[in-house]
């Protein structure tokens, strides 16, 4: 694939099923694929980019890398973290306890945090989050602390 054919088979392979991305890709840019042929190269895509944001969060966690703040400065950056469970295969589970009757894990928690800046207010005069300034990160990785959060 050429860049730009692999930038929009991304684009729209991320928006939906592969086979509706065939088509989208066949009435949007006349280009005809398979649906193995649009999977493919999204499937790598993703587990690059998957694997970048690990290797970024990683970085950050150790405290090897320390990004650069916005310019200017925010009045405050606000950050929201919570943590869910995310349904996942029994190979992703293996050997951890979890909460059926069982005692089998079907699910693992994934961490989430969006950091962001609210300057303004509406009409309302409640905060407004700015449009540009959300930053999110999400992680399976365990917490560096050992008590829970």
């Given at each position: 694939?050429?860049?730009?054919?692999?930038?929009?088979n991304?684009?729209?392979?991320?928006?939906?099923?592969?086979?509706?991305?065939?088509?989208?890709?066949?009435?949007?840019?006349?280009?005809r694929?398979?649906?193995?042929?649009?999977?493919?190269?999204?499937?790598?895509?993703?587990?690059?980019?998957?694997?970048?944001?690990?290797?970024?969060?990683?970085?950050?966690?150790?405290?090897?890398?320390?990004?650069?703040?916005?310019?200017?400065?925010?009045?405050?950056?606000?950050?929201?973290?919570?943590?869910?469970?995310?349904?996942?295969?029994?190979?992703?589970?293996?050997?951890?306890?979890?909460?059926?009757?069982?005692?089998?894990a079907?699910?693992?928690?994934?961490?989430?945090?969006?950091?962001f800046?609210?300057?303004?207010?509406?009409?309302?005069?409640?905060?407004?989050?700015?449009?540009?300034?959300?930053?999110?990160?999400?992680?399976?990785?365990p917490?560096?602390?050992?008590?829970?959060w």
């Amino acid at each position: 694939m050429s860049p730009g054919l692999r930038a929009m088979n991304e684009q729209a392979a991320a928006a939906g099923p592969f086979a509706k991305a065939a088509r989208l890709l066949d009435v949007l840019a006349g280009v005809r694929l398979t649906v193995k042929r649009v999977e493919r190269p999204a499937e790598a895509s993703g587990a690059a980019a998957a694997a970048a944001v690990r290797d970024w969060a990683s970085l950050l966690t150790a405290r090897k890398l320390v990004p650069l703040p916005p310019s200017p400065l925010p009045d405050k950056l606000y950050a929201a973290i919570d943590g869910t469970g995310v349904p996942v295969t029994a190979k992703e589970t293996a050997g951890r306890d979890g909460k059926g009757q069982d005692g089998r894990a079907r699910t693992r928690e994934v961490k989430l945090a969006v950091f962001f800046t609210q300057d303004k207010v509406n009409d309302e005069g409640y905060p407004v989050r700015d449009r540009d300034s959300a930053s999110y990160i999400a992680t399976f990785e365990p917490l560096p602390c050992s008590r829970a959060w």
